[in-house]
């Protein structure tokens, strides 16, 4: 890693968003005027945290009442989530605004950024989900079919930026800037009509010829909202895989290039990375969802009655556990990705948090614990994959601001004073 700060040609030296094609309207969002109305003391990770700390507050308060991706919430917890997925989005597009008026663009902003990326895609994706009863008012194993498609989206994006350089969310006119505004707008039709819109049911289907997984027994508009979002959504991975394979195959059969650094090239690298994250996403789906022999997912909640399937309930708490654990691992092996490309150096997925993984599962699989309504086990998992996370990125961290001689991570700096000296132009 420190080879790679030493070197102006480097990323370091690059530090502009590879997002070739964030939908039509983000490059607007917002104003120019409004960028200009801020204080240029302000740093740009400052306003990454802000909007962060905030969909995690607006997702908070939603999940507390759904944690299940089902149940009534208060009308104002739909309302709340809408509101402050829209402030993080806008507040996201504004953190590179800002880093390039005051002159204070790095790697460390670009990590940082893309790091909390990372853990609110899980707050949004579950969001919509918890918004529209999904959990409930269809299969569960559908509902997170529809996450886990939601997560391999942005986990494939920035796969295909290791191998090509260039992050393609979606097209002209539909990216991830018009996605999260569709899952707020889903909260704040909620907020307005009400979760029973969701239930509806669609089509009926005898008990008789219903499928197993079909519970309840009809298709209804949460369950088909869910189903088109996934099909929407794969035309990006169809296109990614395309772009990805066809140029992984290019370079197998040719010398590397400039700026590949020590990246594990190639057709067969590339086909053994997307294994591995496709497998890591499953792997929380598993461990969200449950097996026959270790079930995993409460019984619907009363529909219609606010509160009924809350966290206070321990069985739906340790769902929400779960979908927090999935959630951190998630963004604790995207940022090695992320990472990894950054840097030039071959992506190693995190083989500690996913030993912790595999080893709760088989333990819950062999009947060694129980957390289908005891809370100990799945909160220990939590926190020590929140551990392993926070650690790795501490690490991460300490060594951009010492390769970068940055002293601050939340300040904007005199990058005279913060360049390390082994880059400072000396004489006159």
């Not at 983000?26 to 003391?41: I, R």
């Not at 969701?198 to 209804?220: D, F, G």
């Not at 690490?395 to 601001?401: A, D, N, W």
Request: aromatic residues 6%.
């Amino acid at each position: 890693m420190a080879a790679w700060f030493e070197n102006p040609g480097s990323p370091t030296a690059r530090t502009r968003s590879s997002r070739a094609a964030r939908g039509q309207f983000c490059s607007l969002l917002p104003p120019p005027a409004v960028v200009e109305l801020l204080p240029t003391w302000l740093a740009p990770n400052l306003i990454t945290l802000l909007g962060t700390v905030g969909a995690l507050a607006g997702w908070a308060a939603l999940a507390w009442h759904c944690p299940a991706l089902a149940g009534d919430a208060p009308r104002w917890a739909y309302a709340v989530n809408a509101i402050l997925s829209v402030v993080y989005l806008h507040l996201d597009c504004l953190d590179g605004k800002q880093a390039r008026r005051t002159g204070s663009s790095s790697p460390l902003g670009q990590l940082f950024d893309h790091g909390c990326d990372a853990l609110v895609l899980v707050w949004q994706v579950t969001g919509g989900l918890m918004a529209t009863g999904a959990g409930a008012a269809g299969p569960p194993a559908l509902a997170l079919a529809g996450a886990v498609v939601g997560f391999l989206v942005w986990m494939v994006s920035h796969w295909e930026e290791y191998h090509t350089g260039t992050m393609v969310y979606g097209g002209r006119w539909w990216g991830l800037t018009e996605s999260l505004y569709s899952l707020a707008a889903v909260s704040m039709v909620t907020a307005v009509v009400g979760p029973d819109l969701w239930r509806t049911p669609l089509i009926v289907v005898p008990a008789a010829l219903a499928p197993p997984l079909l519970a309840p027994p009809s298709i209804t508009l949460a369950s088909l909202a869910t189903v088109l979002a996934a099909v929407a959504a794969m035309p990006q991975i169809v296109g990614v895989l395309r772009r990805t394979l066809a140029s992984a195959s290019e370079r197998s059969s040719s010398s590397r290039r400039d700026g590949d650094g020590d990246k594990e090239l190639g057709l067969m690298a590339a086909v053994s990375q997307l294994g591995a994250l496709v497998g890591m996403v499953a792997l929380g789906a598993l461990l969200v969802h449950g097996t026959p022999r270790a079930p995993a997912w409460p019984p619907a909640p009363t529909p219609g009655v606010v509160g009924a399937g809350s966290a206070a309930d321990p069985a739906r708490a340790v769902v929400l556990l779960h979908l927090s654990t999935w959630g951190v691992h998630n963004a604790l092996q995207a940022s090695r990705l992320i990472v990894a490309h950054m840097c030039k150096v071959p992506f190693r997925p995190s083989r500690s948090g996913l030993a912790i993984l595999a080893g709760y599962l088989l333990l819950r699989e062999g009947g060694g614990i129980s957390s289908s309504s005891s809370l100990a086990a799945p909160a220990a998992l939590f926190a020590v994959l929140t551990g392993v996370y926070a650690h790795y990125i501490s690490v991460t961290i300490s060594e951009l601001r010492r390769g970068l001689g940055l002293r601050a991570v939340f300040l904007i700096e005199d990058r005279t004073r913060a360049t390390p000296p082994s880059r400072r132009r000396k004489g006159g």
